[in-house]
């Protein structure tokens, strides 16, 4: 490997990514036997996807990350036409209430997961090319707000709240350090609150997420069922936890704990020995793709870096709060350690990415 190449964050990714693999096991085992008489179906699937994601993070950290700019444009018309194919009967699949997937066979790929490679990559030209148009917002913001508003309008017709969330969170953070004034994010701020009050008032099962939220208590066997769930696991975890596949949530308590609420299972098993070796983590990881950011010898390298680093840890964040209670439930996954093979391939290539511009 050449000498910038990045060590220790593709040391830290591989080993987060097995012990997420792991965790799945203990996770899904009794569910998996349940439903597939298979206990290690779960398990089997990720590994594929595991595999397949490290040669993609090893051979994208050997592609010159200066071809994403040169073909930005078509990367991000692709994903556009994606997620409008994922919308039409018969093309998209619908799983959990929504149309965001392409089925292939028991597989499913999630079109808005690599959506959020698209954006980042087409936002990071943008603010290259339009460093001191940035300072105007009618000439510099509003253009780039326009298209991320587009994605965010296809990807909530599926409906997807919770990946919608992360992209926009990533990007307008990614247009913040272009050197936006941070009045026009006050007021873009308030308009976006305004906007999100508007999505969940006209959609009535996301206002019952609100309210299990506020008071998980009022319905605990309907809407307040998961937060209640992952609560109970996470509460006796103690220490050092009930011990490696002595979770007790996991038989039948906790909805499908492989996925979205796999901290819960981490938790409960390994105690706070378990939530310190997920959070330092992804801190290393953040901590690694900001220096790579900062030391990028140009622009685009630098927003890149940052857009794709950021991006995976506001999506750790998020998952993180909606399993504690902090907020409500969104379906965000946790990277690298959540069952879902879009989004274990999506930041394995993030990462790969990242290591490529580490290399430059």
């Known amino acids: 490997m050449k000498k910038g190449f990045d060590k220790p964050l ?32 779960f398990v089997k699937m990720q590994g594929i996807f595991l595999v397949v994601g ?10 010159d990350y200066h071809i994403y700019y040169k073909y930005a444009n078509i990367i991000l018309l692709i994903c556009a036409i994606l997620l409008i194919l994922v919308l039409i009967p018969g093309i998209g699949t619908v799983r959990n209430g929504s149309r965001s997937w392409f089925g292939i066979g028991s597989l499913g790929i999630q079109p808005s997961e690599f959506a959020k490679i698209g954006l980042i990559i087409y936002v990071s030209k ?27 309008v296809l990807i909530m017709l599926e409906p997807d709240f919770g990946t919608a969330m992360v992209i926009v969170l990533t990007l307008v953070v990614l247009i913040f350090i272009s050197g936006v004034k941070i009045s026009f994010f006050v007021k873009i701020g308030l308009v976006g609150l305004l906007g999100i009050a508007g999505i969940i008032i006209a959609a009535p099962y996301r206002m019952k997420r609100i309210v299990s939220f506020l008071n998980p208590w009022s319905d605990p066997l309907g809407s ?24 007790r949530q996991k038989y039948f308590y906790l909805p499908e704990p492989q996925t979205d609420f796999i901290f819960s299972i981490i938790s409960e098993e390994l105690g706070f020995l378990g939530v310190l070796i997920v959070t330092i983590s992804f801190m290393f990881i953040f901590y690694r793709g900001m220096l790579t950011s900062l030391k990028s010898k140009d622009l685009f390298g630098k927003y890149l ?27 965000v ?28």
């Open 54 to 63: 490290i040669i993609l993070m090893i051979v994208l950290s050997k592609i």
């Open 224 to 247: 307040g069922y998961q937060i209640l769930q992952s609560l109970y696991a996470i509460g006796p975890g103690g220490l050092l936890g009930q011990g490696f596949l002595k979770s």
């Open 126 to 152: 943008y603010l290259t090319n339009n460093n001191k148009e940035m300072k105007s917002i009618i000439h510099g913001v509003l253009p780039i707000l326009g298209v991320i508003g587009l994605f965010f």
């Open 333 to 360: 996954t946790l990277p690298f350690l959540s069952y879902g093979g879009s989004s274990l391939l999506v930041s394995l290539a993030s990462i790969g990415i990242i290591l490529n511009v580490s290399r430059n």
């Open 10 to 41: 593709f040391v830290a990714v591989i080993l987060i990514a097995i012990f997420g693999l792991v965790m799945i096991y203990s996770a899904s085992f009794v569910w998996a036997n349940y439903k597939f008489d298979d206990p290690y179906k």
């Open 305 to 331: 870096a940052f857009g794709l680093s950021f991006g995976l840890i506001i999506q750790a964040s998020l998952n993180l709060m909606v399993v504690v209670g902090l907020i409500p439930v969104t379906g």
